[in-house]
């Protein structure tokens, strides 16, 4: 399969950037500022998911799955100057929610184009559901907008072979956790999850290979939680 992944650089993308080329896919990955591997692509750009969509097709030829990835999550405090507060609100919603949307819609584009049908996996969170602390109702806010956005592919297109899955994992060992783990208190956070660890990004790795290739067409729409019964719905 040939697949597009974006936040190829660190945690989860790098570790599922790994896994998919060892079950032997084709995979242009992006970064914000690119390497001699991954395409340069910042999402404060409103005109970057379009040319990161078009280096990658012109690399790839045609492509059967889109893996949104990249995201921040920033804090800010409610009582935050306005300029503060809205600027943060704007680069996560931006990164995490508008620059995932319009890949979706490049992609579905694309897939309509060549009549093929094709598969988008979002990787969104355990705040989608549970939501986050008070410094971060925008990166919750984005993550539930990326399960909403989800679901509505999958209805939408289903019938053109299109399909459209979430992932939302809990804690994942990436080096934005281990900051958090050890800033907020490790055991505390562990208690709150009943299999007693943090996610490994391996398992987030072959969650996401597996909806981008191999789960069943009549489960799309549905969204995986991979966080150790931290949160069960
Ligand atoms: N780690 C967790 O506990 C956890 C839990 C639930 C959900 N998630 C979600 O899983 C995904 C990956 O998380 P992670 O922990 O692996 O993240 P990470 O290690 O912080 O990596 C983030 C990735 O996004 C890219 N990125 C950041 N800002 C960007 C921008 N302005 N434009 C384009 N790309 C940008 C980064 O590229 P650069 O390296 O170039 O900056 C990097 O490749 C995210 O969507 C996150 O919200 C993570």
Redesign the pocket.
């Known amino acids: 399969m040939n697949i597009l992944l ?9 570790a599922t950037l790994v896994h998919l080329r060892n079950a032997g896919h084709h995979v242009v990955g ?5 390497s001699d591997e991954l395409i340069a ?4 750009d409103p005109a ?1 998911p379009r040319a990161l969509w078009q280096t990658a097709l012109a690399e790839l030829g045609t492509i059967d799955v889109l893996v949104n ?5 920033e804090g800010v405090a409610d009582n935050a100057t306005d300029d503060e507060w809205h600027a943060v609100w704007g ?1 996560t919603l931006g ?2 929610l508008q ?1 995932s949307a319009d890949l979706c819609r490049l992609a579905i584009g694309h897939f309509r184009e060549r009549a093929g049908g094709g598969r988008i996996v979002n ?5 989608a559901y549970r939501g986050d602390s008070p410094q971060h109702w925008q ?1 919750a806010a984005s ?1 539930a907008g990326m399960v909403g956005m989800t679901k509505s592919i999958a209805r939408g297109y289903a019938i053109e072979h299109i399909l459209a899955f979430a992932v ?10 281990e900051e ?1 783990l050890s800033s907020r208190g490790g055991k505390q956070l562990l208690a709150d999850i009943p299999l007693g660890r ?2 490994d ?1 391996a398992e ?1 790795a072959e969650t996401i290979r597996w909806l981008a290739t191999d789960a069943p067409p009549s489960a799309t729409g549905a969204v995986i939680d991979v966080n150790g019964a931290s949160f069960v719905r």
């Open positions: 974006t936040g190829a650089s660190r945690g989860i993308g790098a992006q970064s914000t500022a690119g692509a910042d999402f404060t970057a990835n990249a995201g921040v999550f680069r990164i995490n620059a990787v969104a969170s355990r705040a990166y993550k939302c994992p809990g804690f994942v060992m990436t080096g934005m956790a958090y943090v996610a990004p987030i």
